[in-house]
């Protein structure tokens, strides 16, 4: 399973980042192997509608879950039409890789 | 002639001077462009006539002839499209209507739709002899530039046409301000006002619009606006005094009695200083 996870650097050691669309970083985690793609954000810096660019950007990467801090409505709106499960509510001070253990670990 | 009010920052009394100025100025045309609020009707009193919805243009999308390329999604500017592969998702809040993926679909398999997203009314003041128009965005709607370009619309070029503009120095105000011949910009004694005036300024020297400055709610004491004023030589249009008479009338949605008595004269003389400055600017751009 693929999951999306926002983060504020490019390794399973940074820190989650809490917003969605202005994060620094997407990491694309393969939950299996635990491999995973670091995507910069180019939303970071967009005027308007860096929630919907990004919420494109994991569509097309094919995640199943999202893991992030605060999902704003239009982004909300198109994952869920992608049957994308979100999970939001992530705090800043957790480490990516502890997320996503975590995660893991509740839904088995 | 066209002359627009505008401000930086909000509650300086731009409606106060714009419908003063049209009540002292019997034939002309009231426009008001401050869509998200409007209320120069509530002091000049204009019976209604007419309402003319306005609408702005969506994609709508053909799926028998898309083939999900994804190409509308790309050339959007807003953001406003995201192909998901089994269907091109539309949020119509960020879409301005710019036509782009329409012209750009290589299957022809977008269309316009149109959506209502304001009105138009058309009224007249018969207390003051003013042709008045005013803008109302839906409540819930994210551009309100089409509904100020349709009010925009009822500019009548040989008459004396008064723009109330939106507050703030976005998208908005520009479009309310472009093309005016003249702005005057509203400000007040404070820091604050001070601060707004100088990106409204920044912002009419880019659409090189000529302007002036009314200062409400005077306070001499606060000497930071009147220095700056005079270090870059902006003409001072008007000086309105703080006088708790003022706000007492204007919160009752009456015109202020001191506007149409001590200050009368100051308020006709607005309109002969800006065709002065009009006249002016005329020539130094000519002579440039």
Do not use: W
Not at chain 1, 7 to 15: K, R, T, Y
Not at chain 2, 64 to 89: D, M, P, R
């Amino acid at each position: 399973m693929k999951i999306a996870i926002t983060s504020s650097g490019g390794s399973m050691d940074a820190l989650v980042s809490e917003q969605f669309g202005r994060c620094q970083y997407f990491l694309i985690v393969d939950s299996e192997t635990m491999k995973f793609e670091a995507v910069s954000n180019l939303g970071e810096q967009m005027q308007s509608g860096a929630g919907p660019k990004a919420a494109e950007l994991i569509i097309n990467k094919g995640a199943e879950v999202l893991l992030t801090g605060h999902v704003g409505d239009k982004a909300e709106a198109a994952l869920k039409k992608s049957d994308i499960i979100i999970v939001d509510g992530l705090k800043g001070n957790l480490k990516v890789k502890d997320a996503i253990n975590s995660y893991l670990a509740k839904k088995s | 002639m066209i002359i627009s009010i505008a401000s930086g920052k909000g509650g300086t009394g731009k409606t106060t001077v714009a419908t003063s100025l049209a009540s002292v100025n019997p034939g002309s045309v009231y426009l008001d462009c401050d869509v998200e609020e409007p209320n120069g009707h509530i002091l000049l009193h204009p019976q209604f006539h007419v309402e003319v919805p306005t609408t702005k243009s969506l994609p709508e999308i053909d799926y028998s002839k898309c083939t999900y390329c994804g190409k509308c999604a790309q050339v959007c500017e807003f953001h406003a499209l995201i192909n998901l592969g089994s269907e091109i998702f539309l949020i119509e809040e960020l879409c301005h209507g710019c036509g782009a993926c329409e012209y750009l679909c290589p299957e022809k398999a977008i269309t316009e739709k149109s959506k209502t997203i304001g009105i138009v009314r058309e009224g007249f003041s018969v207390l003051n002899n003013i042709e008045f128009y005013d803008g109302v965005l839906n409540i819930g709607e994210a551009s309100a530039s089409p509904v100020i370009k349709d009010v925009k619309k009822k500019i009548q070029e040989n008459k004396l046409n008064i723009i109330d503009s939106p507050p703030g120095t976005s998208c908005l105000m520009v479009e309310a301000v472009r093309d005016s011949d003249f702005c005057i910009l509203v400000t007040e004694s404070s820091p604050f006002g001070l601060h707004d005036l100088r990106l409204a300024i920044e912002v009419l020297q880019i659409l090189k619009i000529p302007f002036g400055v009314v200062i409400n709610k005077y306070e001499k004491l606060y000497t930071e606006l009147e220095n700056y004023l005079n270090e870059v030589k902006i003409n001072v249009l008007m000086k309105i005094p703080f006088d708790k008479r003022i706000a007492e009338d204007y919160s009752n949605g009456k015109m202020p009695d001191v506007f149409l008595t001590v200050l009368n004269e100051e308020f006709k003389n607005i309109i002969k200083k800006i065709h002065a400055l009009v006249a002016v600017d005329h020539i130094n751009t000519t002579l440039h």
